[in-house]
């Protein structure tokens, strides 16, 4: 199989799904409206609610999204081959992913703006709310810990990309003045910005940083863990508008650009596929693809992160509801496509099948790694772009990614412990909440060594954590279309799927976990597990209610356009 003919299927159907698929939710399922008041306007504080350009918003939505976990769950999926990858991220995005991400922000525009863990407890019960928060609270952690190590591990083995990945967020800060303060054309700002970005990344590759074997007592690794962390926390106490925002509307253009460069690579070269369709040959030790195909590609097909950014950031920048399609369905194309480029990289980036099955000898092998090093090749060989600079260009999207995404978790994450303080009847700053998830963050992540590698340790889990939450906050939106008469298959079909085939796999791995004497994993799972069954026991209860009790009222916003129409 040529690599150009499966990029221009895996384009085109996550296109068709964009401007015919999305749309149909958006004017007949979710019934968006240009004329409705959302948070962003109603509650505008300039910290948390910011009416935003949709574009700006769409990239802040979208690299903080599309973290790491698009790249690493498609790069270890293709195990099993190729086929079964395309097909979960293609199929995936059109009917799963763009459907629970406009969904996910849709239910918070009708509801102030609350966050989807707030939105349990109005739709599903206490219970359900507070079970939900768990696992919310467990997923963030995952989230926050494991990327920190990611990115910490591409900064010491690709050196090139320490000047980027940090000018990035002068360029960032620069830009949000610009944009909010001066007053500037967002065109002008968005191309001297992408400018910029490419030229820190040329710097870079001519000026690697490399940190000494030890800094303060730690690991060069466990030092950029600790950095990460404290940078993160001191971003996510700042107004969105000055450097959240920013930086991930300008990571997202350059991140575009990058996808585009490994695009149109593959256009040029055009290199075969030489894993297989379906791998028969698969290494000792690798689990069934059935169901574990569809928890390791989480990010990329369909995610419930995405559903707690939707709700917990997005939401409160959102102008206008209708821009919701774009943000919310095509950032998760946006995720999609980048997935793809994933299994491309991973599959046409080797010169023989002999090569690619030494890289995937083991299942999780690949990952970054095999992105980065098959990638780079594809760029090189398309467009002659020198080896290194390919690496770095491919390593800086994959640590940009990552660490937007933890920006955006560690801000989430906080929101959650206030969230859960005030349930108890006490109020929490954000100061103390911030401190509270960092001592979380860097306890777990130099819990078994100094290191810092400690945020891996429960990482297995974190495809399964994520594919519940998905399955759980479709439950909330099936409830939200029952209660207002419209269907809800669009989001009960990925529901059932993706909460049968999350639960297995929890099932398969409360196995391993016991078998492996691995305590800690399998009383999290088991935790999670049981939470997830209840919530949606709950939720089942309110569909059933929802059926029988009278309709909600239409919002008067909603009513005055359906006797217009």
Same mark, same amino acid.
């Not at 994959?398 to 959650?416: E, I, N, P, S």
């Given at each position: ?16 799904? /964009? ?58 999926? +293709? ?33 102030? &703006? ?23 609270? @467990? ?40 944009? /909010? ?58 107004? +969105? ?76 920048? @959102? ?109 929490? &700053? ?65 529901? +059932? ?69």
């Amino acid at each position: 199989m040529n690599s150009l003919l499966l990029a221009a299927i895996g384009i085109a159907m996550m296109l068709a799904g /964009y401007f015919l698929y999305s749309k149909y939710l958006g004017s007949r399922v979710y019934r968006l409206n240009a004329r409705l008041r959302t948070p962003a306007h109603e509650f505008r504080d300039g910290i948390d609610f910011v009416p935003t350009n949709k574009y700006v918003l769409w990239g802040h939505h979208f690299t903080s999204v599309a973290g790491a976990a698009p790249i690493v769950g498609p790069a270890v999926a +293709v195990i099993w081959g190729w086929l079964p990858a395309f097909l979960w991220v293609t199929l995936g995005t059109v009917f799963f992913a763009g459907m629970h991400d406009l969904g996910a922000l849709w239910a918070s525009i009708r509801n102030r &703006g609350q966050s989807i863990g707030t939105l349990s407890g109005r739709y599903i019960g206490a219970r359900g709310r507070n079970l939900f928060l768990v696992v919310i609270f @467990l997923l963030l952690l995952m989230v926050n810990t494991a990327f920190a190590v990611v990115i910490g591990g591409l900064l010491v083995n690709t050196p090139t990309a320490v000047i980027p990945v940090w000018g990035a967020i002068l360029v960032a800060l620069l830009i949000g003045q610009a944009i /909010y303060r001066w007053k500037l054309n967002l065109v002008a700002v968005s191309v001297i910005g992408v400018v910029a970005l490419y030229s820190l990344i040329i710097l870079g590759d001519n000026a690697p940083v490399v940190l000494p074997e030890t800094v303060m007592g730690l690991s060069a690794e466990a030092f950029w863990v600790l950095v990460l962390f404290l940078y993160a926390g001191v971003a996510s106490m700042l107004p +969105v508008w000055m450097l959240l925002q920013p930086r991930d509307y300008i990571n997202g253009l350059q991140l575009f650009i990058g996808l585009g460069i490994l695009y149109v690579s593959v256009l040029i070269a055009s290199p075969e596929i030489v894993a297989p369709a379906m791998n028969s040959n698969v290494p000792e030790g690798t689990p069934s693809l059935v169901p574990l195909l569809f928890v390791t590609i989480a990010c990329g097909a369909i995610s419930g992160f995405h559903g707690i950014v939707s709700s917990g950031t997005s939401a409160k920048q @959102l102008d206008k509801e209708t821009d919701a399609r774009f943000v919310g369905y095509f950032g998760a194309v946006g995720e999609g496509l980048l997935a793809l480029g994933s299994i491309i990289a991973a599959t046409a980036g080797y010169r023989t099948l002999a090569d690619w099955e030494a890289v995937y000898s083991a299942f999780n092998q690949g990952g970054v790694a095999a992105f980065v090093e098959g990638g780079g090749a594809i760029v090189n060989a398309g467009l002659g772009i020198p080896a290194s600079l390919s690496a770095t260009i491919l390593a800086t999207m994959a640590v940009l990614f990552a660490a937007t995404t933890m920006d955006t978790g560690v801000r989430l994450q906080r929101y959650v412990v206030q969230e859960a303080v005030g349930l108890a009847g006490k109020r929490i &700053g954000t100061v103390l909440a911030t401190v509270i998830v960092l001592a979380f963050g860097l306890g777990l992540s130099f819990s078994i060594s100094t290191d810092g590698a400690g945020g891996m340790r429960i990482w297995p889990l974190f495809g399964t954590t994520n594919q519940i939450l998905a399955g759980l906050t479709l439950s909330i939106v099936a409830v939200m279309l029952m209660r207002k008469r419209r269907s809800p298959l669009p989001a009960l079909v990925p529901l +059932v799927f993706v909460f049968s085939m999350s639960v297995a796999a929890a099932i398969v791995q409360v196995g391993q976990f016991y078998s492996d004497g691995d305590w800690l994993l399998l009383g999290l799972d088991l935790v999670i597990l049981v939470a997830a069954l209840w919530v949606i026991v709950e939720a089942v209860g309110s569909m059933a209610r929802a059926r029988r009790e009278p309709a909600d009222e239409e919002d008067p916003v909603d009513a005055e356009a359906a006797v217009e129409r």
